[in-house]
């Protein structure tokens, strides 16, 4: 019979960044700092296109749901990887880790199918505009939202019945800065790992699969803006769409390199950097970059703080 080191794990320690104590006070502050612009950003971006009429249109319905996912998800991380870098080694419940770890995860694939239906509104608006009103309404933008916050935390359930039956065998340091899939899947001293079976699986079905749809509307739409008559329409038009571009990259850039490269290219350090700006940097980003290339929202933040100009 194998011998194997079945002590019951009740607790993980996170490692955190190997730094020196001074450039850990300095990344502290720095990340602090965004933090707090993440929450400010979304949470005035959110009370802006509830309080202000005219942004009651799908488009910024969906850009709510966006802040509001942003916001949650750097809370979800945030406050961890904060105290890592205050403390040398900090002690996480077992039960806090496999809640974060779903909790994360199942943001991150809510926001993956989100950005999803964003580009759908986007190719329905540039590319059906006499149908825009049917095929996007109120009633379908609020039933895709739910089905994408609802598909997020249901596929992530994988992760809490594979999980129960996956032995770590006393293993308990996880070198990253909070308890991620990828860092504490490798604790894990199965047989068959918990990463050969779940990575690809979300990789697919959170990532790939609504990227193609992304690339899809997007060809759809380059098509249709070299067909406009005029060089200030073909901008106008290319300008609303360069925001939801760039977030998609940042986020997907990101996302796609921890979860779809090669296992022999893991590198922790660079997990724990591409984890820091998957889930601080550039949720502290997105409501910055709809804002400043959106007229519709500037001048909606203006009209909330001086009501009478029209």
């Given at each position: 019979?194998?011998?194997?080191?079945?002590?019951?794990?009740?607790?993980?320690?996170?490692?955190?960044?190997?730094?020196?104590?001074?450039?850990?006070?300095?990344?502290?502050?720095?990340?602090?700092?965004?933090?707090?612009?993440?929450?400010?950003?979304?949470?005035?971006?959110?009370?802006?296109?509830?309080?202000?009429?005219?942004?009651?249109?799908?488009?910024?319905?969906l850009l709510c749901n966006l802040a509001l996912l942003?916001?949650?998800?750097?809370?979800?991380?945030?406050p961890t990887v904060l105290e890592g870098l205050l403390f040398?080694?900090?002690?996480?419940?077992?039960?806090?880790?496999?809640?974060?770890?779903?909790?994360?995860?199942?943001?991150?694939?809510?926001?993956?199918?989100?950005?999803?239906?964003?580009?759908?509104?986007r190719y329905a608006a540039i590319c059906k505009p006499f149908h825009y009103h049917q095929i996007m309404n109120s009633q379908v933008c609020v039933k895709l939202t739910v089905l994408c916050w609802a598909s997020g935390f249901l596929i992530s359930l994988t992760s809490v019945v594979i999980l129960p039956v996956v032995h770590f065998c006393g293993h308990k340091d996880i070198d990253h800065t909070f308890?991620?899939?990828q860092a504490v899947s490798r604790l894990t001293c199965t047989h068959t790992n918990f990463s050969d079976i779940s990575t690809p699986f979300f990789a697919f079905v959170s990532l790939v699969a609504p990227l193609c749809l992304i690339l899809f509307t997007y060809l759809r739409i380059l098509s249709t803006i070299l067909r406009m008559s005029t060089a200030d329409r073909r901008h106008r038009?290319?300008?609303?769409?360069?925001?939801?571009?760039?977030?998609?990259?940042?986020f997907y850039g990101t996302a796609m390199g921890i979860y779809l490269?090669?296992?022999?290219?893991?590198?922790?350090?660079?997990?724990?950097?591409?984890?820091?700006?998957?889930?601080?940097?550039?949720?502290a980003l997105n409501p910055l970059i709809y804002t400043l290339r959106n007229k519709d929202v500037t001048v909606a933040f203006k009209k909330l703080g001086h009501p009478n100009i029209s």
């Open positions: 019979m194998e011998n194997r080191n079945e002590t019951q794990v009740t607790e993980f320690i996170l490692l955190g960044f190997p730094y020196h104590p001074q450039t850990k006070v300095a990344l502290f502050v720095v990340l602090l700092a965004i933090y707090l612009v993440t929450l400010i950003a979304n949470s005035l971006f959110i009370i802006i296109t509830l309080a202000v009429s005219q942004l009651h249109l799908p488009m910024y319905f942003d916001l949650c998800y750097s809370s979800v991380s945030g040398q080694r900090i002690s996480i419940a077992y039960s806090r880790c496999m809640t974060q770890m779903y909790i994360a995860l199942s943001l991150g694939q809510a926001e993956c199918f989100l950005l999803g239906v964003m580009a759908w509104d308890c991620e899939l038009t290319f300008t609303t769409c360069g925001s939801h571009l760039l977030v998609v990259v940042l490269k090669p296992k022999s290219t893991l590198s922790s350090e660079v997990d724990k950097v591409s984890a820091v700006f998957y889930g601080q940097v550039a949720p």
